[in-house]
């Protein structure tokens, strides 16, 4: 499989909002309640990427893996996060980083994350009920700090946050 990394373009938004739903469904289906998957969600990915596309900022870092013409997968690396009156644990977050599932395995995440974020320090949120994502994060150099939270607007997942 030959597939390419590169910057994403102001037209990929509408690919990249449906790549970012498929993905969490493909991920996410088994934890969300049903339902959860609605045209909002996806109109709420839509405008997202169009923002983030339309107005790139050096604090951002997005690249996306193609093969054959299609979108397989994403990784978008932001300012680090935190929570009010404290400090973040990192100047850079791992925001997302997803890959089709047909694609798991192949080598496109590890390709995305070092293409986005290479080998600098960072944070990231990874749902507790995803071992794939942790298996790849520790392989990765990241570890939990010990910080978990949950979001109502998410519900059924836990997140816990891991520091490289």
């Not at 979108?71 to 300012?79: S, T």
């Not at 400090?87 to 798991?104: Q, T």
């Amino acid at each position: 499989m030959s597939f390419t990394v590169r910057e994403p373009r102001r037209a990929d938004a509408g690919a990249l909002a449906a790549l970012h739903v498929s993905t969490w469904q493909e991920t996410y289906s088994r934890l969300l309640p049903e339902g959860f998957f609605t045209d909002a969600f996806a109109d709420g990915r839509q405008r997202m990427w169009e923002y983030l596309l339309a107005q790139p900022r050096p604090e951002h870092a997005v690249r996306v893996a193609e093969l054959d013409g299609a979108l397989i997968g994403f990784a978008w690396i932001g300012p680090g996060r935190s929570e009010p009156d404290e400090a973040p644990p990192r100047e850079r977050e791992l925001c997302a980083i997803y890959v089709a599932a047909a694609h798991h395995g192949s080598g496109v995440g590890q390709e995305l994350l070092d293409a986005a974020l290479g080998a600098m320090p960072a944070s990231l949120w990874v749902a507790t009920q995803n071992p794939r994502a942790i298996a790849f994060y520790r392989r990765n150099g990241f570890a939990f700090d010990g910080v978990e939270k949950t979001d109502p607007a998410i519900p059924g997942i836990t997140e816990a946050r891991m520091l490289r």
